[in-house]
């Protein structure tokens, strides 16, 4: 088997559709030494992992790619698992099936592993878009941190799935991916940061985001006993933490439990979790731009914080 210094792997499930815009953006990547993963979660015998195998036979001449399947459907973090246990690579880039890389993603993450200053470095991501199925940008990612993020990464995501260049060892060495309902990745980065591992940043947007109105768990029900379980293993680590730093951390807790809880219509909750967010942090201008979603459509909330994100990224510039 070939040796690439960069394995990127693709986990595909009840998307065919959607999945040869990953495909093709891995295929326009300027760095041309990497292999690619795709693993099937989809169930053997149903019609999307016939319209999946039918798909990919058009890609399998390129020996770079290799094609797993899994019998039955075991869930992202699994097949994730799969891809990164098969991998040849010494850094594993995650994509989703929906999403797409910029054409230099691969290229300048894997140039910075190499050139940054920073010690025991294990994890490099960048900015990523968020845009709609038109291709009109809705938001951007906020986090532009660097060296020991632990402390940031408590209270904010660094970087979500398909942003991620992840040294493998660092993988190995957390445990992989949890079999958990949400947030598999901001957990999998936890446990990285925690072990002393160190995050940079390419500081460009090179990963495109799909919002769209397919199957999703983040606007499911169960998401919202899934995110009361992160914050369970948050609080396994308030040990590392000051009070005022530990409250920071449930503040942004409860102000994502209303958010969730607006999603799926739980307004009762939603309420409750609104006070828990504005006691931990009255001053948190951001607790009464997510509160109107109590009495505006949440997509004219999300209007406003579109705009919010476009002026702080100019004022950024």
């Known amino acids: 088997m070939d040796k690439h210094e960069v ?6 499930y009840k998307r065919p559709d959607k999945l040869g815009r990953a495909i093709r953006s891995v295929l326009n990547q300027t760095l041309k030494d990497w292999e690619l993963i795709i ?14 195998e039918a798909f990919m036979a058009d890609y399998l001449a390129d020996s770079r790619i290799r094609y797993i399947k899994h019998e039955k459907n075991s869930g992202a973090p699994e097949a994730r698992n799969t891809g990164i246990k098969a991998a040849v690579g010494t850094y594993i880039a995650f994509l989703d099936d929906d999403d797409e890389f910029e054409s230099t993603k691969l290229e300048r993450q894997l140039a910075l592993f ?6 025991n470095l294990g994890v490099v991501y960048c900015k990523n878009r968020y845009l709609d199925e038109t291709g009109t940008v809705l938001r ?11 402390k940031y990464h408590m209270v904010r995501n660094v970087g979500i799935t398909s942003t991620l260049m992840i040294k493998k060892s660092a993988i190995e060495k957390a445990g992989y991916f949890h079999n ?10 936890l446990r990285i940061f925690a072990l002393g591992y ?5 500081d460009d947007f090179l990963t495109n985001v799909y919002i769209h109105d397919g199957e999703r768990i983040t606007t499911s029900k169960k998401v919202i006993q899934g995110r009361l379980h992160i914050f369970e293993v948050k609080k396994g680590y308030f040990d590392r933490l000051t009070p005022k730093e530990q409250k920071l951390v449930e503040h942004y807790h409860w102000l ?7 999603l799926v219509k739980e307004y009762k909750e939603a309420r409750k979790y609104w006070k828990k967010a504005v006691a931990t942090k009255p001053q948190d201008p951001l607790n009464y731009i997510e509160g109107l979603s109590l009495v505006v459509p949440v997509s004219a909330v999300n209007n406003i914080k579109s705009w919010l994100h476009h002026i702080k990224n100019r004022l950024g510039k």
């Open 7 to 12: 394995s990127v792997v693709i986990t595909t």
């Open 180 to 189: 958990i309902v949400c947030a598999q990745e901001y957990e999998l980065l």
């Open 198 to 202: 160190t995050a940079d940043l390419v």
């Open 39 to 52: 693993v099937d979660d989809n169930n053997a015998d149903s019609p999307f992992r016939q319209e999946t």
């Open 140 to 150: 951007y990612s906020v986090a532009k941190v660097r060296g020991d993020v632990f």
């Open 114 to 119: 190499k050139s940054s200053d920073l010690k």
């Open 256 to 262: 994502t439990m209303f958010r969730e809880s607006v």
